[in-house]
Nanobody
Framework: VQLQASGGGLVQAGGSLRLSCVAS????????MAWFRQPPGKEREFVAV????????????SVKGRFTISRDDSRNDAKNTVYLQMNELNVEDTAVYYC?????????????????WGQGTQVTVSS
């Protein structure tokens, strides 16, 4: 299982970025997909999760209304992708962002429940 995250970068406060995570999972639509982040000097924290079916989504309070998680479940492996659209970014969103995958029916929001992780992509928001 490989997860490849991309899309990070440097953006000014108020700007937007879209993160992508391509998953090499044979049955992508079996997996709940989540984004976590780790701000400098802090613990890894939950950002958003989308269920395997795509029907359930959950967000951290700090990003509700600004971030949107979505997924593309095309059978084409190149389209097994989860996205995180991030709008109205602020300096507190600066972090390394990680995508994670977990099989099953429950879209957990705790990192310990996710066995598969991408390598992380840096998001830096300047004031």
């Amino acid at each position: 299982v490989q997860l490849q995250a991309s899309g990070g970068g440097l953006v000014q406060a108020g700007g937007s970025l879209r993160l992508s995570c391509v998953a090499s999972l044979h049955t992508f639509d079996y997996y709940n997909m989540a984004w976590f982040r780790q701000p400098p000097g802090k613990e890894r924290e939950f950002v958003a999760v989308i269920s395997a079916s795509g029907r359930r989504r959950s967000y951290a309070d700090s990003v509700k209304g600004r971030f949107t998680i979505s997924r593309d479940d095309s059978r084409n492996d190149a389209k097994n992708t989860v996205y995180l659209q991030m709008n109205e970014l602020n300096v507190e969103d600066t972090a390394v962002y990680y995508c994670a995958a977990r099989g099953g029916s429950i879209p957990h929001s705790t990192a310990q429940n996710y066995p598969y992780w991408g390598q992380g992509t840096q998001v830096t928001v300047s004031s």
